[in-house]
């Protein structure tokens, strides 16, 4: 069972929509969750962290945690073409005392005119 | 505030060959995480430096290795280089001592290619 999981997609919304991108773990203990966007050729850009069960907004971007589900969200409103990318997930997974920072293999997104 | 930086930004090896990389945390972080990532996968952790000693490591064999520098920059090393090793290698830098920042910066990555 991979330890992180996304959905590669690809996701195609239109312009102006919701676009939901979904994540699922592995291991109960995660405390720390990650969304980063990766442009064709870039590197990943961090859009938001998440660390308590709930809904965290910063702009036009909403994350959701459910850790008894195991199960972290990124919601993107009046979604651009600037947003067609794909989205990381990243948990940091517990090992040993310390961490090891887990990337899903991402969800690819296409925002249509 | 500068942001992470990397060098080079291509490099064309062969066969067992030894590459050596490096990265410039941004400023005030004190962690450097190095990944490799192929195409259409996510970034894969090959291990982190915290104040100039390995904390934590991915699954990668010996060959993989790396150093800190008091001033937090960091190398990846990687011997006996093989086809499979030609990959997007980013640096993340974070600051662990404080409360939730352990966010990460990424570099723009340095691109190996392995003939």
């Known amino acids: 069972q991979k330890e992180v999981e996304q959905n590669s997609g690809p996701l195609s919304v239109p312009e102006g929509a919701i676009a939901s991108l979904n994540c699922t773990y592995s291991?109960?203990?995660?405390?720390?969750f990650f969304w980063y966007r990766q442009y064709s050729g870039k590197s990943p850009e961090l859009i938001m962290s998440i660390y308590s069960n709930g809904d965290k907004e910063d702009g036009r971007f909403t994350a959701q945690l459910n850790k008894a589900s195991q199960y972290v969200s990124l919601l993107i409103r009046d979604s651009q073409p600037s947003d067609s990318a794909t989205y990381l997930c990243a948990v940091n997974i517990p090992s040993g005392g310390s961490y090891i920072p887990t990337f899903g293999r991402g969800t690819s997104l296409i925002v249509h005119p | 505030e500068t942001g992470v930086t990397q060098s080079p930004t291509h490099l064309i090896k062969t066969r067992g060959q030894q590459v050596t990389l490096r990265c410039s945390s941004q400023?005030?972080?004190?962690?450097v995480s190095w990944y490799q990532q192929a195409l259409g996968q996510g970034p894969q952790f090959i291990f982190q430096y915290y104040r100039e000693e390995e904390n934590g490591r991915g699954n990668f064999p010996p060959r993989f290795s790396g150093l800190q520098f008091p001033n937090y920059s960091s190398e990846l090393n990687v011997n006996a280089l093989e086809l499979d090793d030609s990959a997007l290698y980013l640096c993340?830098?974070?600051?662990?001592?404080?409360?939730?920042?352990?966010?990460?910066?990424f570099g723009p990555g340095t691109r190996l290619t392995v003939l």
């Open positions: 400023s005030g972080h004190n962690t």
């Open positions: 993340a830098s974070s600051h662990l001592d404080r409360e939730s920042l352990d966010e990460q910066f």
């Open positions: 291991d109960r203990g995660s405390q720390s």
